[in-house]
């Protein structure tokens, strides 16, 4: 997997105990070009205090483009934002 | 009472390895404690010096306080991070969070540095060196930076402990240990001695904490007066200060703030407004303090680097803004020869409370000014230092307050 640390947009869903949970994200290609991804399964998640900056962090599978591909997400909880971390 | 048990955190490089951390989790691929980089400030506002440096860059003979192009020069390929202060406060934050587990005496002593009351604490969690252990490898898997942790029975020798080895470890230095592990140092290597009291020491033949140890004390105190008693003890391992927790007003001599302008001063107003963007800080953080001061102090670093400065008592201990604005530029103008200005700094001491303060009848009352100082304070607390400056400061390219990092934070005391 390539470390990529790119901002993404993202819908998420919070049950009401705060467990957060991502659904599907956008992402800018390399043309320029929109690409929708669901989140299809979720095979870990976990929590990281590196540098006492919370994060969530999911180990997660989608079908892209017709290929079944492991990635990495990321929440940053002081900023609210979502990274494409690894994939 | 029983031996105490005082730990001493220090976070190994804290500024670079938490810039470190902070760009790995932030996606960088190359972790910069293992290639030469260093935390320097920007060289354009002419803050150019090394905060920090990581292992690999030491090698190069980079020193902590050189200026930065000195280090590029020493090694071509150097990192150079800018500093972030508030990924180091929430390291700082962090650690103090993850200690809070092992007591509820914590005294954070510097922004990486802090000591800890363990006494007491071994009935339940075990033994100081397991506990010790814990807690270190805790800050090391969780928030991703090593420490080293000194153990002892009071804050000096917790302090000398945590020094002796680097990084990632856990040391003692416990009473009888003393002579063993502490004697064979140079001086330089004691808490407080600095390169004068070292050139003193070595011309009387003292080169290491032992022989200082072992120095009759009359003569230490003939040649450095109650200083020297104070140099016999640390170097006997004898000080007794408590950990003082949070909130604990610490014993302040005086309170000062300076900054290195990014242009040199050539203009007596210019300089003016740098004095009172200084004193706007300073008199913030006294009258937090609730103190009034009664001495002021101004000083000047020229643009070749050389200082001098002038004070001046008042006659009524004062907490006022304009009143050590208005003595500020007094002595401003009296000392500056006109030369260019690097670096302007101001100080306040001789404190005392603000709760009862003798008024003068032969002074200009500044009683007015003190509440809009209140009242200007408040409103800083509440909406940053930022919501309310005084007009002078518009389109004047300098900060309307100056001196010191984002918030007050222990920096560095010489006070254990």
């Not at chain 2, 040649?223 to 927790?245: H, M, R």
């Not at chain 2, 004062?318 to 050590?324: G, S």
Request: hydrophobic fraction near 40%.
């Amino acid at each position: 997997m390539k470390v990529y640390m790119k901002q993404i947009k993202m819908i998420a869903w919070f049950t009401e105990n705060g467990v957060l949970t991502p659904l599907k994200f956008q992402i800018q290609g390399s043309d320029n070009e929109i690409v929708t991804i669901r989140v299809d399964n979720i095979v870990q998640r976990g929590e990281e205090k590196l540098a006492g900056n919370r994060m969530m962090v999911y180990r997660c599978q989608s079908e892209i483009d017709g290929v079944e591909k492991v990635y990495e997400l990321k929440y940053e909880v002081g900023t609210c934002k979502w990274y494409l971390y690894k994939m | 009472m029983d031996e105490r048990i005082i730990f001493h955190i220090d976070a190994n490089s804290a500024f670079l390895s938490w810039s470190a951390v902070n760009a790995l989790q932030h996606g960088a691929t190359v972790d910069y404690r293992e290639i030469p980089s260093i935390v320097g400030g920007n060289q354009a506002t002419r803050h150019g010096i090394v905060l920090a440096k990581s292992i690999p860059a030491k090698k190069y003979g980079i020193q902590t306080g050189e200026p930065v192009i000195d280090a590029r020069r020493k090694c071509p390929g150097l990192v150079v991070l800018p500093p972030e202060y508030f990924v180091y406060m929430k390291c700082s934050s962090a650690m103090v969070d993850i200690a809070k587990d092992y007591s509820d005496t914590i005294q954070l002593f510097s922004i990486d540095e802090m000591f800890i009351d363990y006494t007491g604490m071994e009935k339940l969690l075990g033994d100081p060196v397991g506990a010790a252990h814990q807690l270190k490898d805790r800050i090391k898997n969780e928030l991703g930076f090593t420490v080293s942790v000194g153990i002892s029975s009071n804050k000096l020798l917790a302090k000398m402990a945590s020094d002796l080895k680097k990084p990632d470890a856990v040391t003692t230095l416990f009473k009888d240990e003393i002579p063993s592990k502490m004697w064979g140092l140079g001086v330089r290597d004691l808490y407080m001695v600095g390169q004068a009291t070292e050139a003193k020491l070595k011309r009387m033949g003292i080169c290491t904490i032992g022989d200082l140890a072992n120095t009759e004390i009359e003569l230490l105190k003939y040649i450095f007066k109650s200083w020297g008693e104070v140099l016999w003890c640390y170097a006997n391992g004898i000080e007794d200060s408590p950990v003082k927790p949070d909130g604990a007003i610490p014993y302040i001599k005086g309170i000062g703030n300076s900054c290195t302008i990014h242009f040199d001063v050539e203009d007596k107003d210019i300089a003016h407004k740098v004095l009172l963007s200084l004193v706007e800080t300073v008199g913030m953080r006294l009258r937090n303090a609730k103190f009034c001061c009664r001495l002021v102090q101004v000083s000047i670093k020229t643009n070749e680097l050389k200082s001098y400065s002038h004070q001046h008592k008042f006659f009524v201990p004062t907490d006022c803004t304009n009143a050590i604005y208005k003595e500020a530029c007094r002595l401003f103008d009296v000392m500056w020869k006109g030369e260019p200005i690097r670096h302007l700094g101001v100080r306040v001491s001789e404190l005392c409370g603000n709760d009862f303060v003798q008024l003068s009848m032969l002074e200009n009352s500044f009683e007015k000014q003190r509440l809009v100082d209140l009242a200007v304070d408040d409103i800083r607390m509440k909406y940053g230092n930022h919501s309310v400056f005084r007009a002078g400061f518009l389109h004047s390219r300098l900060a309307p307050m100056q001196g010191g990092i984002v918030e007050d934070f222990p920096i560095m005391t010489s006070i254990l």
